[in-house]
């Protein structure tokens, strides 16, 4: 069965440690409750100033800027990242995304199934 909502009826999740996670929250909008099979869709917002975690790990994601400023940090340097900008991530790529604006900074994250099942 089909599943339509909008994305500000998913819950939201504060995923912020103070420390490496800053202004952080994420929306699991397709997922296994969904039942989705081969991939899950995240909403991420930073909060001007946030930042992700630095981090790798061995599985692919894509990423669709959808408002805001920030850059994404790869091993290669920084890269400016704005609303339609789109990243692919291959696995094992050391990587950050940062909010660099003064507005939030939203963005989807594709990833595999598996990564929301644990």
């Not at 630095?54 to 994601?61: G, K, Q, R, V, W």
């Not at 800027?65 to 991530?89: C, D, F, I, P, Y």
């Amino acid at each position: 069965m089909a599943v339509v909502r909008k994305m500000e009826d998913v819950p939201e999740r504060n995923m912020s440690d103070g420390k490496e996670i800053v202004g952080v929250t994420k929306r699991l909008l397709i997922g296994p409750v969904e039942g989705a099979p081969t991939f899950a869709v995240r909403l991420f917002t930073l909060a001007p100033g946030g930042h992700t975690p630095a981090h790798a790990h061995p599985y692919e994601h894509g990423v669709v800027v959808l408002s805001g400023r920030g850059e994404v940090h790869t091993a290669q340097g920084a890269k400016a990242l704005e609303a339609s900008t789109v990243v692919w991530m291959p696995p094992g790529e050391h990587h950050q995304f940062r909010n660099t604006g003064t507005e939030p900074l939203k963005f989807l994250c594709v990833v595999p199934a598996a990564v929301e099942k644990t």
